[in-house]
């Protein structure tokens, strides 16, 4: 038998499917989950702007075009800029910016540092959300033309398990071809390693240079393919949508309402599948089988989430345990929903 010093974690698929896994966490809802994504407009288009419009908003928790935050620390690694050029942008956007945004211009490289000083950083703000680097290019050594796709997706391999690994989205400015092209993604400077890597791309486009017009195409692993059509508004210095936000109204399946309505009645639960199953029939009436419940719950576990019923299991030497936790009420707005019970 080969012996093996690093072997591989596998997860069966009967498992995984009654394995309830934790929802996708947006820094900005259904815009910029955690992950690597890349900002990518053509010089002096707005992308700082909106770059540090976005770290503000996030840093205060304050909504983005109409859109929730979640409310961290925020670093921003302005590159390209002096501070006193940022001090003056601040000054044009607000006047009440808060001590969780943090600002540097000056950093590492990719693999010659900088995820260490990120790291550090985090270490030091374990609150962190967002980090923002403005821009990539500043970040890259110079490499020869040997493979620039494998230098492209090895670099921002690094960065991308940076994001996962601390559940932060880290949000890199890029530039665009000069070359136009149907398809806006295509107009990313560089090679489709870079797309590859990231799990959303965004690309700002103004309609022309003499228009405050523009829109934002975005694309993504976690988000819906959508365009955003915004406008630059020169006195508060800000990207403003132009036209509603639009989304597919998402259908709410009367299972995941009727195990929501089941599992709050119950409030907390530890046991097995089998367990719960009984437990069901018993109040419901409704009978499944432990393996057929264990699978459902794990489906609706993310809508279940954001309703305020947390679910996590383990597995024991005798069996997997299921823990269930209803959150309760804490009076807010309604407008979260794991306010709602």
């Known amino acids: ?18 394995t309830p896994l934790p929802a996708t966490r947006f820094i900005v809802d259904n815009l910029l989950p955690e992950g690597l994504h890349l900002l990518a407009g053509a010089p002096k288009t707005g992308k700082s702007w909106l770059a540090l419009w976005t770290c503000l908003c996030v840093s205060k928790g304050k909504p983005m075009w109409a859109l929730p935050t979640a409310q961290g620390t925020v670093l921003y690694l302005c590159l390209e800029d002096s501070y006193a050029r940022i001090q003056n942008r601040l000054f044009q ?11 540097a211009n000056l950093s590492d490289s990719i693999g010659g540092g900088l995820e260490d000083q990120i790291k550090q950083f985090l270490a030091e703000h374990p609150d962190t959300v967002l980090v923002v680097i403005d821009t990539l290019q500043k970040i890259r050594d110079i ?11 090895r670099e921002l391999s690094l960065l991308k398990e940076l994001a996962d690994q601390h559940h932060i989205a880290l949000l890199l400015i890029h530039h665009l071809r000069k070359m136009n092209d149907n398809d806006p993604m295509n107009m990313i400077s560089g090679t489709t390693g870079l797309s590859g890597v990231t799990d959303s791309n965004f690309v ?23 365009t955003l059509e915004l406008a630059f508004r020169q006195g508060p210095h800000t990207w403003e949508l132009t036209e509603p936000l639009t989304s597919e109204k998402t259908f709410l399946d009367p299972e995941a309402i009727f195990l929501s309505a089941f599992l709050k009645s119950l409030q907390n639960f530890t046991g097995t599948a089998t367990e719960l199953s009984a437990l069901l029939e018993q109040e419901t009436g409704e009978i499944l ?34 823990h269930i936790v209803c959150a309760p009420c804490d009076g807010g707005d309604g407008n979260d929903e794991k306010n709602r019970c």
């Open 1 to 18: 038998m080969i012996q093996l010093t690093n072997k591989l974690t596998t997860i069966d698929a009967d498992t995984l499917l009654s």
């Open 93 to 103: 956007i607000t006047d009440d910016a808060p001590d969780t945004l943090h600002f």
């Open 143 to 153: 490499i020869p033309e040997t493979n620039s796709y494998a230098n492209d997706y």
């Open 204 to 226: 700002l486009k103004r309609k022309d240079r003499s228009s405050p017009g523009a829109e934002l195409h975005c694309t993504g692993r976690d988000i819906e393919s959508r």
């Open 289 to 322: 089988s432990p393996s057929a419940l264990a699978r459902k719950l794990a489906k609706h576990a993310p809508h279940l989430d954001k309703s305020g019923i947390h679910i996590s299991s383990n597995r024991t030497r005798d069996s997997r345990q299921l």
